[in-house]
């Protein structure tokens, strides 16, 4: 990538800009602007809307089929939680148009209570990201992101999905923009009965049946960006989001409990862009409620309501065509109450400030340094930095390093539960190292990327001698391994070609025991082919899990053994308008499980359409 292209990304917001050139180029407002300028020294991967057709159900299907990110899910739709490279689901961060997005109570994210649907674009990124994207960002980061074009007038498109176990899944979308003005509106509804049966499975004793597992959702977003002049925009993005999750029993006389949740984020961006300067101002406001019924008939029993309100300005400035300084500054004011869930009203201030450099030495050569320091209310938090170079060396080798200091401060839960809450716990830190080795041959490409952490002040909850549970800075733990990743891409006519494929080799070692932490496969596996031609496009999907420790001692007997799913699917395209698909998920009928005792469904089908219009 020339320097040209480089700056060009560098320093897009909603269009380019080429250093020393006036004029705007209309094309895209992207909400989060570091994006662009992480994938200049990070491999980032992209998946389009079109990329989740083949994995609908919900997010935790559409990210298991990443081969860095490794799911945890409770049986199908229930509560599910992601970890990038051994490390823990509060230590993966969920990015929603540059906002951190993690609960304040968990300090993670639940992947079912997230949209799937709704978004251009859903970025995922191996490795520390704590300077640019805060708290959690130490395994990796979930980027959900919104587009919004200009000049492109009126587009729209409904989805609509029947799958096995009564289940329906809908999505529609609208948009229009023309030179000054830019609208996009999207809605979705999904709902299951989510009643499969896996006999081989046995429980007690009778086979599995998934009782009491049905759950629903509805998500509304609304995006709006305005020029006020050429160099200025304001831009508007809103998420409504409403869910219940009904909890598997194993007795058909079980009690039922279920788990409501509704989130809201708002999102107002005020955004200068002029040919060496950028300035980007965002006004944020989320909220995450939820309630737990221990009986279906009765009130709720506990909940908790989180409040967040965000600033954040984003600072960009070429001090020559080589050197370019990027500020960062954000506050936050945190607020939480609980309904006998064991926390009060709380309210917590974090701030922080980063500082960045970006040199292009060469049309081949750049480099990036960073540095940060949060201030949390009650908390001491480390000073955070980052180091990245990237070097083309030679048109078919590129390579690139990433060195950083990251961290995790505790959750709500972990400070102020009662009883249990610990007030001296010191913040999870990391010292992350990692390469980038790109080779292209022809149409191939082929990635490695070994990396290596040291992760100091774990986390944990154990049992006290009071009878109830509470964290304390257990541990320390490292891993390393290795990520992979072979993509091929060929047209010969109307034949059209594709071939993607990645291995993860995961070691995550409790320093104190020196045994595998749990829930960390070390061997994983993902695979995808596709065939076009002409109007009818054929797939098929691979994911192979390896053997998998569900305790701290690495007992065999109470691991999840190794698995290989299948997937395939048909589609065929008609008056470039519909579009008709059917999908055979685990086709070849395997009893896996992603949680121990939460078996997952065996052979499902489902159809869909979709028109453009």
Request: glycine letters at 8%.
């Amino acid at each position: 990538m020339d320097i040209k292209r480089s700056l060009l990304l560098l320093c897009s917001s909603y269009g380019g800009f080429l250093f020393g050139q006036e004029k705007a180029i209309d094309t895209i407002y992207i909400f989060d602007s570091q994006m662009n300028k992480a994938k200049l020294f990070h491999p980032v991967r992209t998946i389009s809307p079109r990329d989740i057709e083949k994995n609908s159900t919900n997010l935790s299907e559409l990210l298991r089929f990443q081969p860095s990110i490794y799911i945890k899910e409770n049986g199908r739709g229930a509560v599910s939680s992601p970890s990038f490279r051994g490390t823990t689901a509060q230590q993966t961060a969920f990015v929603w148009n540059g906002i951190n997005i993690n609960s304040s109570f968990l300090g993670q994210g639940d992947v079912n209570n997230i949209p799937l649907f709704g978004y251009d674009q859903i970025g995922i990124k191996a490795g520390g990201g704590s300077v640019v994207y805060g708290s959690g960002a130490i395994g990796g980061s979930i980027h959900l992101n919104n587009i919004l074009d200009f000049n492109k007038g009126f587009k729209g498109s409904v989805y609509s999905e029947a799958a096995s176990f009564d289940t329906y899944n809908n999505f529609a979308q609208a948009s229009f923009s023309n030179e000054k003005l830019s609208v996009k509106v999207s809605g979705s509804y999904f709902t299951s009965q989510n009643d499969y049966k896996v006999p081989e499975f046995v429980v007690g004793s009778t086979g599995y049946s998934n009782i009491n597992g049905k759950y629903y959702n509805t998500s509304v977003n609304i995006g709006v960006s305005y020029k006020i002049v050429p160099q200025q925009t304001i831009s508007w993005q809103n998420q409504i989001f409403d869910a219940s999750q009904h909890y598997p029993i194993f007795e058909q006389n079980g009690n039922k409990t279920k788990y409501n949740a509704q989130t809201l984020r708002s999102l107002i961006s005020w955004d200068i862009q002029k040919a060496n300067l950028s300035n980007s101002l965002k006004a944020a406001y989320t909220e995450d409620n939820f309630q737990y019924f221990s009986d279906l008939n009765l009130p709720k029993t506990s909940g908790a309501e989180g409040k967040n309100y965000i600033f954040k300005n984003d600072f960009n400035y070429f001090i020559t065509p080589k050197i370019n300084i990027n500020v960062i500054g954000e506050f936050q004011v945190n607020k939480g109450e609980g309904y006998q869930s064991g926390i009060g009203v709380i309210s917590r201030n974090v701030g922080s400030l980063a500082g960045l450099v970006r040199y292009f030495a060469t049309d081949q050569l750049r480099f990036e340094a960073g540095i940060k320091k949060d201030f949390v209310e009650g908390i001491s938090s480390p000073l955070l930095y980052s180091f990245s170079g990237k070097w083309n060396a030679v048109p078919w080798y590129h390579a690139g390093i990433n060195f950083s200091r990251n961290f995790r401060f505790p959750s709500f839960n972990d400070l102020y539960w009662q009883p249990g809450g610990n007030l001296n716990l010191l913040p999870e830190t990391s010292t992350n190292i990692d390469m980038d080795h790109e080779f292209m041959f022809g149409d191939f490409k082929i990635t490695l990327s070994p990396y290596y952490m040291d992760i100091k002040n774990l986390i944990n909850w154990l049992p006290t001698p009071n009878g109830y549970w509470a964290p304390f800075n257990t541990s320390r733990a490292e891993s390393y391994g290795l990520e992979s990743q072979i993509t091929w891409s060929k047209d010969f006519g109307k034949h059209h070609f594709k071939f993607d494929t990645g291995y993860t080799y995961s070691k995550s070692i409790n320093k104190n025991t020196q045994m595998q932490m749990i829930y960390v496969p070390i061997h994983k596996a993902v695979g995808n082919v596709e065939y076009g031609y002409s109007f009818l496009k054929i797939y098929a999907q691979g994911l192979f899990n390896g053997l998998t420790y569900t305790t701290t001692d690495e007992k065999r007997a109470t691991a999840i053994d190794p698995y290989f799913l299948l997937n395939t699917g048909i589609s065929a395209s008609l008056f470039k308008k519909y579009t008709l698909g059917f999908k055979v998920n685990n086709i070849t009928n395997t009893v896996y499980q992603t949680v121990s005792y939460y078996p997952m469904p065996k052979r499902n089908y489902s159809v869909y359409a979709t028109i453009n219009f």
